[in-house]
């Protein structure tokens, strides 16, 4: 069994950055892909970012694209979202997930096996 943790949500201003990390337990972390998903309030959760098991593709919302980066340290069972030019619309809870086998998917929220708590980022206007 896979445990997530996120860490590093806060409240920031338009324009600031936040960097979001996800603390993986139990299995093997560095098989696995790796994602990002946010939910904001009244609205689905949605993919923002995913990683490859050995950090080789990488992909991302339009949304985010050209502000956030994602990356893995398989030393250290960590994944990380770097977030910049933080906007209003990108608040939300944000979700680690990790995928139980290959799938090829990266996307979907169904793709994913395990899920973290979330960690809440605030972006003030």
């Known amino acids: 069994q896979v445990q997530l943790v996120e860490s590093g949500g806060g409240l920031v201003q338009a324009g600031g950055s936040l960097r979001l990390s996800c603390a993986a337990s139990g299995g093997t972390f560095s098989s696995r892909a790796m994602g990002w998903f946010r939910q904001a309030p009244g609205k689905e959760r949605e993919f923002v970012a995913a990683i490859t098991w050995n950090g080789g593709n990488t992909y991302y919302a339009e949304s985010v694209k050209g502000r956030f980066t994602i990356s893995r340290d398989n030393a250290k069972n960590m994944v990380y979202l770097q977030m910049n030019s933080l906007k209003p619309e990108d608040t939300a809870d944000y979700y680690c997930?990790?995928?139980?086998?290959?799938?090829?998917?990266?996307?979907?929220?169904?793709?994913?096996?395990?899920w973290g708590q979330g960690t809440q980022v605030t972006v003030s206007s």
């Open positions: 997930a990790a995928q139980a086998r290959y799938s090829g998917v990266y996307v979907t929220r169904t793709a994913y096996e395990y």
